[in-house]
């Protein structure tokens, strides 16, 4: 699995069946994903989904009101459904 | 005397049920007559990753020891504090192992997932084995046996609406929703055997309907251990997935050991008035209730308290 931070615009264009985890940031400019896809344009990448969390929970300000980030669980159990949340 | 005054006042039915039970339990009952009309816990979020402002309660004497093939039912009234902008998780009950240092250690756990306006359940004994469900209010197909739209009516939040202090859905008295889960003794996450009520409203099959997807993951298989935790309004062992900064208030925490009817569910809501616990037909099952009306003491005797942390309070409706 990759971990990726890109913009909105770059998450449009991609495959949403490889993507299993979606969160935009609050100002729904970016998106934190996990994709089975590589991405070349990314604007961060991590190694795993803690790394992950661990970004969101230092910039929680951009990523949630709750005053934490991403939790690693979330990243790893959430599952994006387009179906249901497009 | 109040407690005779109390006992006179109830149906049959009650009364019979009132024999049944401890005098102990009777006693405190005659305690607690005065139940409406008073306070709620609310949650003021301001520092969660610890217990600090935590609703938490430590149980060492078996109260609420389920596992993965126990029937039990959990019921609570939530006024909805938290905005659109909380972007994360929002914790409404966990129970997990008193010593549990993680997520899914032993744990059953309902939340609210505001980015996807979903509310899930689960229950799992390590990262690799637990079972999830989750319902939504999306209307799509609108048949068979992912009816989303039975949860869309039974909430009442609308066609996409997510769940917050604007969009409180179908609500009781002073805008609390009684939220009920029943599970019977099957290790399963499917309809019938999971069940989530909104006020009563049967919300139908979740996500995980059918066979596929299932929503379990290996085979969740919790331990016996009589020592749990409870965490109300943030997760059980580091107080996180509390929301944002806005006051959610709770009240009327009831913890059953059997799988309500819908009848039994009805009468817990009582037609949105929060019920006096021993009044219900069922209330010889109730193993844990508390009204937090001014403090975090249980109602039944011999069970453990609450403690209420920080800028977690008892306050006013």
Redesign the interface.
Known sequence: MNYYIVTTEVFNTMNKANISFRLFNLAETNVLVSTTDTVGSSLQQFADSAAAATYTGDNHTDWTNAGCGAQQWEIDNIEYIPEIDD | MGLITKINGLVYKNIAKYSSVTKANTKKVGGTGNFHNKNAVAKS?????DLTHAIHLADSNGDFKFTDDSAFSISFWIKVGWDT?????VTLFHLQDYDASA??DDEYRMIY?E??N?VYFYWGSD?SNYA?QFW?S?N?NPTGDRD?SVMLTASGLGHGGNWNAANRGNVGNDDYTLITITKDTANSNNYPNLKMYWNAADCGYG?YGTASPSGMTGTPNLGSSTDKEIGLGSSSHIG??????VESKFMNLTIWNKELTSGEVSELYNSGAPLHAPSHSAYANCVGWYPFQDDGAGGISGTETFTISGDSNIEAK
């Open positions: 979020i301001t520092a969660p990753g902008s909380v972007n994360a998780t997520y899914w997932y980015p996807s979903r990262g999830q939504h999306e799509l989303y996500y996180s997935g509390a929301g944002n900064n």
